[in-house]
Each structure stands twice: as C-alpha cells, then as structure tokens.
C-alpha cells in the first residue's frame, strides 16, 4: 500500500471535499472528479502537487485509485460516515463528515483547489460531471481502465502538446542514432 505519509494527506483531502461541499457530498463519482479537479486546480496555481495519491482512469471518468481502502480506514477511523440515497433510479452515496473528522489542516493554497475541486460538480449529476471529464482529459481518453493518470498533461493545451511529442520524437531519434554521428 502507499506510504502512511500520502495515505494520510489523500484522506485529508476526501475530508476537506467532504466539509467544503457543506459537511456532506453525495455521488462517489463526483467525489472522485472533485478530486481530480482539485488536483488540477492545485498544480495550475500554485508549486507542487496537492498530493502524489494516484490517480487512475476508471470507465466513469479520473478516479481514486485504492477509494475502497481509504474510505475503510475513513469509516474505522470516524472520520467519515456513509449512506445512500436514491437519485432518479439510482442509488447514491452520501458521505458525511463523521464523529472524529479532524479540524482542517491544509494549508490555504490547498484548500482553496478544494474548493474549486467542489465547485466544479456542485449541482451535477454523476452522468454530467463524467460526461464532462471525458471531454476534458485528454489522458483519461489515451489510457486503459486501471491505469495511473499523468493528470497534469490535461494542464497542456493541444497545440503544446503537439509541440513537446515532436520535440520528444526528435531526441528519441538522436539517442538511437549511433554515438559517432552525434555532435557532428
């Protein structure tokens, strides 16, 4: 499993969604592109990364990789609780806030990208906030299911894209070429 440190700072984050959204948050598939979008809104504004927990393409869009582990160390923990509710005619979760969530302890900068992470699917459904995912990651489209997320080239418009895939064609070919035809 990952290191205790990034355990802890990715279900620190779950909780700051959590009482960012007002204490509770409905639909894991929102949470999951809060997340992401969190993440994003992170290392567009400000240095680093707001953590290093993976993030994986799952057929619904960007999502946490090992969810069901932190959330069951959530739940054992009290720092959050759970429920469904029915939307439409589906079921959802509810995550709530639990008995011993801990005060916030994330830095300003950090969250202020929850905060975005949040607004980025209030008041959408699941099929909407996926549907919208999928336009927006190019990676989540280039990847199979399971597999980790380079989320950050979402943060590269295609036009440099485009440009740094040629500039990284042009140094492969130079390093296969053979060593005495270089620097000539």
Request: glycine share 8%; net charge negative; proline share 5%.
């Amino acid at each position: 499993m990952k290191i205790s440190h990034e355990t802890k700072r990715a279900k620190k984050i779950i909780v700051e969604l959590v009482r960012e959204a007002g204490g509770q948050f409905q639909n894991k598939t929102n949470l999951f592109k809060s997340f992401w979008k969190a993440h994003l809104s992170y290392a567009a504004n400000s240095p680093g990364y707001l953590s290093t927990w993976p993030i994986v393409r799952m057929p619904n869009g960007p999502g946490i990789e090992d969810f069901d582990y932190l959330l069951s160390e959530m739940l054992g923990d009290g720092w959050l609780t759970i429920g469904e509710t029915q939307v439409g005619s589906f079921r959802a979760m509810i995550f709530s806030l639990g008995p011993n969530c801990p005060p916030p302890s994330l830095p300003e900068d950090a969250l202020a990208a929850i905060r975005e992470g949040v607004e980025a699917v209030d008041g959408k459904s699941a099929t909407a906030v996926s549907d919208e995912s999928h336009r927006q990651s190019r990676v989540w489209r280039e990847a199979k299911d399971g597999e980790e997320l380079d989320i950050y080239l979402d943060l590269i418009d295609d036009a440099e894209r485009a440009r740094l895939d040629a500039d990284l064609a042009v140094l492969a070919n130079a390093v296969s070429l053979p060593y005495s035809t270089l620097g000539k």
